[in-house]
């Protein structure tokens, strides 16, 4: 891209974002709890612009995708995930101010850049209102008198989760997306965090702001437990580098599930995969559904899920 492209694309970017980069809080300094992560504001004036000419790239890029036609002239609100500022959350807001989408950013370290994490339609990642009936339901009360303040901690799209900190009671881990209860304590998430922190990082991919799609399939939603295959000993479909057979199936318009267990196999996540994305980079993002049709679709890298879980004809 030449300087003059690069300043149209700077101006046009901080022309849709100036009211919309959100600071959700402070850093609590010497006192922050390590596994707190909470929203913080991006202090850089550099890294605010960075991210503000990737994300408004992303979302006219992916406008043109079957399904996010309401992307169309949508604007991201930024906030940081984190400690530190090393992954954010962009909110999609429409101009009325209604949210119709989110991507998760991360810094990537060696060599710099960002990726993409994941992104989605529909309900988001990190939504209040979901995260208090999770904990409304957890503790068998209600939204009002289950109060209680939420702190993301985020990895990777199968290691997001809320930390929960009741009135009264001890600290609950929810699903990000979801909001339901997790098997899973403090201690377990950190040394979850610590055994995966190198495997996702490893599977990182810099997005310039100017990328392409280079292909994208859509195929009709399915209900994902319509079948069971990883209860009958069947035979997962092919885990390569590329993900080739799962490209090929999707393309080919076959009913693809995703499973993965985790927590020490205390929980298993059960997706159908209704599609994918492909970027000009040549990764792969695959879109995945729930059996709740609410909760929209979600777009997470193939590499990452065929490290941690498995895909089912």
Known sequence: ??????????????????????????????????????????????????LAVHASGWIAEIAKQPGFKAWRGAQPEITALGPGTHSWLVLVKQPTGAVIGYIVVQAVQEGGGYAIEEYGLGQYLYDEATRKRGVAQATNGTEETSESVGSPLYLHPLLAVWKNKPAKGSILLTDAMSGESLPLTENQWLKLYKKEEQRSAALLSVVPPAAKLARAVSNSSFDPYGLLPWLTNAVPLSADSNGKAIVRALEEKRQIRYTSERFDDKMRYVWSVTGFHRWENNVVYAALESDDSETGKRFVPLALLTEFGAFYD
Do not use: F, I, W, Y
């Open 1 to 50: 891209m030449n300087a003059n492209a690069k300043r149209l694309l700077l101006s046009a970017a901080l022309l849709m974002l100036t009211p919309l980069l959100a600071a959700a809080g402070n850093a609590s300094g010497a006192h922050a709890d390590k596994l707190t992560a909470a929203h913080v504001s991006v202090s850089s004036s550099d890294r605010q612009t960075e």
